[in-house]
């Protein structure tokens, strides 16, 4: 149902972290059962010999997400020691149901050496991803019918696409994924040419792009609208300026026959959005949704 990205490299990493590897280690072509060494607490405790099975418990209410995630780090572990039969790990909810504290979310099987030394990467990808989908959902469902709920690219270094992922599982809308899918004009950006120039010079090297211009004025707003901005990002602007100024966008872009997008951001919370709805705001975007606080979990054996 949600589409999830290439997670290979980044669970390699995290895991080779973990273990105090190179990455390269998790991804040879020559698989080895050493690697499970580099946990010198399960090795000599527990043996490469015992079975583990156990569940995945969430420890407070949340919207699971990052379940793929996790079944991806035990699978990768598995093949990186060579495995025979890999540990296994059943999902027992959907990615995107909301869940009560003490909720089984899934069964974890296997050869116990895999299961521990994987289990602290499995659970914090699905902490966090949880925390995003969760934060995103109160949002959305505090989001009056029409205001799209954006994120930002304010995410933790390397977990871009899996926090972007999170935000889709939580009813969340991505706004660019990076610096190469979209133009967005800033403040720094305006200080080395006019919003007119900036347009111009966006729209000749990047033809086909939507162009965005943040603006902290309405003078700002109003000549984005009349050089052809696709969005106009208010910055920073309290309730009733942003609906002068939306109102006032959206008008010079009905007489000029362009559609227009008005964002809000910039100290925005959860308790401002049916106010920017009723501006007139297409959509909100805000860093509290890929900087949630993670979800926490635990794996417990039977």
Not at 34 to 39: I, K, S, T, V, Y
Not at 140 to 154: H, I, M, Q, S
Not at 184 to 208: F, M, Q, S, V
């Amino acid at each position: 149902m949600f589409e999830l990205p290439d997670v290979t490299g980044i669970v390699a990493a995290a895991l080779a972290e973990d273990l105090g590897v190179e990455r390269e280690a998790l991804a040879s072509s020559e698989p080895s059962l050493a690697l499970l060494e580099r946990d010198v607490t399960t090795a000599p405790v527990v043996g490469f010999d015992a079975r583990f099975f156990g569940t995945v418990v969430a420890r407070e209410e949340c919207v699971v997400a990052g379940l793929p995630v996790a079944a991806a780090v035990f699978e990768a572990l598995s093949a990186a020691v060579g495995l025979f039969e890999p540990v296994e790990f059943f999902p027992l909810v959907a990615e995107g149901a909301r869940v009560s504290a003490g909720t089984a979310v899934a069964e974890v099987d296997g050869l116990a050496a895999v299961v521990l030394s994987a289990e602290r990467t499995a659970l914090d990808f699905l902490m966090v991803l949880s925390g995003i989908a969760t934060e995103t959902k109160r949002w959305v469902e505090a989001a009056p019918l029409g205001l799209a709920v954006c994120d930002t690219r304010k995410t933790y270094p390397g977990l871009r696409a899996l926090s972007k992922y999170a935000v889709r599982v939580g009813g969340g809308t991505n706004h660019r994924d990076g610096l190469h899918d979209m133009v967005l004009i800033k403040d720094n950006h305006l200080r080395h040419a006019t919003i007119a120039e900036a347009i111009g010079r966006a729209d000749a090297a990047n033809p086909g792009l939507l162009v965005e211009v943040e603006a902290d004025t309405e003078a700002q707003a109003l000549e984005a609208v009349v050089h052809g901005a696709d969005i106009v990002l208010l910055d920073n602007m309290d309730d009733d300026t942003t609906t002068l100024v939306a109102t006032e966008c959206l008008i010079a872009a009905a007489d000029r026959g362009r559609p227009l997008i008005v964002e809000a951001s910039g100290n925005i919370t959860r308790d401002r959005l049916q106010a920017l709805g009723a501006a007139g705001v297409g959509r909100v975007s805000s860093s509290a949704l890929t900087l949630a606080p993670p979800v926490d979990f635990g794996l417990d054996e039977a």
